[in-house]
């Protein structure tokens, strides 16, 4: 009776433990299924994105609060013209001056009739290099973005032992931050254009006065910088998916290569930088592409008038000496350290030391 009752509680807990792994096993491919959808959702956002959202159209809706905003700069423009012309007489100028002034109103007028057609002009180039870099690399970047899901195996379940199945479910994860935080990137970009454009005219008014003149420089740096973030991004998923194709991606098992799936899930990471990176890195070789320019004009002056340079260079170094001239005799004794530098004897205050005759 008693081994009866052994093998009866035996079996209730083979079966007790068998049904415990079962909806273990149901519960762990729920997540893993679930992981995954979320995976190929963000994947097919950021295609879409990639193909749509990225259009902007400034010739519809747009129209309305660009005029809008031409008033506002309008408004603007006023107060710093005519701050302009007192700076200009302020400093003394003259008629020279205030042809600059009636020129940087010129300027300002003709970049509010051309400001919308050269946005576009930079959006539709960025697309073209964008639409180049596909085809030369042989990859459009819909099939960049299928392979990059293929890849981390989220097109089905995915399979292997145990590690490995975890391991393909904190990728898959991964996978899908990335995405939608690259989702969520690419229409803030489309909004910071729309907006940085918006700003355009006032931008142009502050051209009207020198101390608001880098207004436009910093607009047009963020929008150039914001409209090549796309190409960025758009290289480095092309090159993540170039990059897969060394590793061998079965469609049948996908996510058995956790070597491919931690390439993608690397390439996916580093995309969503490409808008932070144009932002930090195109004021930069903006400032650098003026210092040259700078430069450049300095040798072109040097080079045309020699003469001019020398005297700047003989007026600098004659400066130089009299300031040295002038601390050597109020610390020394005897004046010996103005005779030593240049022969330029500073004047004689009373009572100072070594220069008075006994």
């Known amino acids: 009776?008693?081994?009866?009752?052994?093998?009866?509680?035996?079996?209730?807990?083979?079966?007790?433990?068998?049904?415990?792994?079962?909806?273990?096993?149901?519960?762990?491919?729920?997540?893993?299924?679930?992981?995954?959808?979320?995976a190929a959702w963000a994947i097919g956002g950021l295609a879409h994105a990639a193909s749509v959202t990225?259009?902007?159209?400034?010739?519809?809706?747009?129209?309305?609060?660009?005029?809008?905003?031409?008033?506002?700069?309008?408004?603007?423009a006023i107060p710093l013209f005519l701050a302009g012309i007192l700076d200009n007489l302020a400093h003394g100028e003259g008629v020279a001056g205030l042809g600059r002034v009636v020129g940087r109103l010129l300027v300002a007028a003709i970049g509010t009739?051309?400001?919308?057609?050269?946005?576009?002009?930079?959006?539709?180039?960025?697309?073209?290099?964008?639409?180049?870099?596909?085809?030369t690399s042989g990859l459009s970047l819909a099939g960049a973005l299928a392979r990059l899901a293929t890849a981390m195996g989220i097109s089905t379940s995915v399979g292997g032992g145990a590690l490995t199945a975890i391991g393909a479910l904190l990728l898959a994860l991964l996978a899908a931050i990335a995405a939608f935080m690259l989702w969520i990137e690419l229409a803030v970009r489309s909004a910071l254009i729309l907006?940085?454009?918006?700003?355009?005219?006032?931008?142009?008014a502050g051209l009207l006065w020198p101390r608001t003149a880098s207004w436009l420089r910093r607009l047009g740096e963020i929008v150039v910088a914001v409209a090549i973030s796309k190409l960025v991004i758009v290289v480095v998923l092309i090159l993540g998916a170039a990059a897969l194709t060394e590793s061998t991606i079965s469609l049948s098992t996908p996510g058995a290569d956790i070597d491919a799936m931690v390439n993608g899930v690397a390439f996916l990471g580093l995309a969503t930088f490409g808008l932070p990176m144009a932002l930090r890195v195109v004021p930069?070789?903006?400032?650098?592409?003026?210092?040259?320019?700078?430069?450049?004009?300095?040798v072109q002056s040097a080079v045309r008038s020699p003469s001019r340079l020398a005297m700047n260079a003989n007026s600098t170094a004659t400066l130089v000496q009299r300031v040295g001239s002038k601390r050597t005799g109020g610390t020394g004794g005897d004046g010996s350290g103005s005779g030593a530098s240049?022969?330029?004897?500073p004047p004689t205050r009373p009572g100072s030391g070594g220069g008075e005759a006994q």
């Open 1 to 38: 009776m008693a081994s009866h009752l052994i093998f009866s509680g035996g079996l209730l807990g083979g079966i007790g433990t068998s049904i415990a792994r079962a909806l273990l096993s149901a519960f762990a491919h729920a997540i893993g299924s679930g992981i995954g959808s979320l």
């Open 54 to 76: 990225t259009a902007i159209n400034l010739d519809s809706w747009f129209q309305g609060p660009w005029r809008a905003m031409l008033s506002v700069g309008t408004l603007v």
């Open 113 to 135: 009739l051309i400001a919308l057609a050269l946005v576009e002009l930079l959006l539709v180039l960025v697309d073209d290099a964008c639409s180049i870099v596909e085809q």
């Open 195 to 204: 907006v940085a454009t918006a700003f355009l005219p006032l931008g142009l």
């Open 284 to 298: 930069l070789a903006a400032e650098a592409a003026m210092h040259a320019g700078r430069g450049r004009s300095f």
């Open 342 to 345: 240049g022969g330029v004897t």
